[in-house]
T-cell receptor, first 115, second 113 residues
Framework: NAGVTQTPKFQVLKTGQSMTLQCAQDMNHNSMYWYRQDPGMGLRLIYYSASEGTTDKGEVPNGYNVSRLNKREFSLRLESAAPSQTSVYFC??????????????FGPGTRLTVL | GENVEQHPSTLSVQEGDSAVIKCTYSDSASNYFPWYKQELGKGPQLIIDIRSNVGEKKDQRIAVTLNKTAKHFSLHITETQPEDSAVYFCAASTREYGNKLVFGAGTILRVKS
């Protein structure tokens, strides 16, 4: 039971390049999330998927797209990377959306640098 | 929208002492307040949480208190150990984005032995 896995762990891009960050969970969770973490700003929600087949924008969606490929996988795409997207990206999942919270599990993160 | 402020940004304590981290939130409708611990190079991990119908919750050396009237909640770690050194994040649920979590900026806790 690996939990939430992310690939790659590290990536360096040049401005304008594109890439996809991969995330998968093996806990049969319905909801998945992408966050970015910047110094002094905590974690900010980029996009989320409440269930398979649905995606919605979070707090900072500009410059990103997502795909909920199936129940296990949720990818984040940068079409034209910018230096402002240099950050650590975390994927998370939880059992389901509900009024009563259930724990959100995080992956190990992807450290992205855009030159 | 919801705004969560966390203090202090860094905290150094001697091993065995207590550590307290405080957070305030703005949305009176928030009803869930988790605390996450992030070790170097890893993702955040839930250590304790509290719901709005409870004032205090304890789990061994860690406890969380919630004051709904003042809209603040705190993490208390007693008998700190070197392995408690990490970044700690508070969070609050929000009515925006389908009831998602809004995180504080984090506190770097250093426990000196």
């Amino acid at each position: 039971n690996a939990g939430v896995t992310q690939t790659p762990k590290f990536q360096v891009l040049k401005t304008g390049q594109s890439m996809t960050l991969q995330c998968a969970q093996d806990m049969n969770h319905n909801s998945m999330y992408w966050y970015r973490q910047d110094p002094g700003m905590g974690l900010r929600l980029i996009y989320y998927s409440a269930s398979e087949g649905t995606t919605d924008k979070g707090e900072v969606p500009n410059g990103y797209n997502v795909s909920r490929l199936n129940k296990r996988e949720f990818s984040l795409r940068l079409e034209s990377a910018a230096p402002s997207q240099t950050s650590v990206y975390f994927c998370a999942s939880r059992l389901q959306e509900s009024l009563y919270y259930n724990e959100q599990f995080f992956g190990p993160g992807t450290r992205l640098t855009v030159l | 929208g919801e705004n969560v402020e966390q203090h202090p940004s860094t905290l150094s304590v001697q091993e065995g002492d207590s550590a307290v981290i405080k957070c305030t939130y703005s949305d009176s409708a928030s009803n869930y307040f988790p605390w996450y611990k992030q070790e170097l190079g890893k993702g955040p991990q839930l250590i304790i949480d509290i719901r709005s119908n409870v004032g205090e919750k304890k789990d061994q050396r860690i406890a969380v208190t919630l004051n709904k009237t003042a809209k603040h909640f705190s993490l208390h770690i007693t008998e700190t150990q070197p392995e408690d050194s990490a970044v700690y994040f508070c969070a609050a649920s929000t009515r925006e984005y389908g009831n998602k979590l809004v995180f504080g900026a984090g506190t770097i806790l250093r426990v000196k032995s």
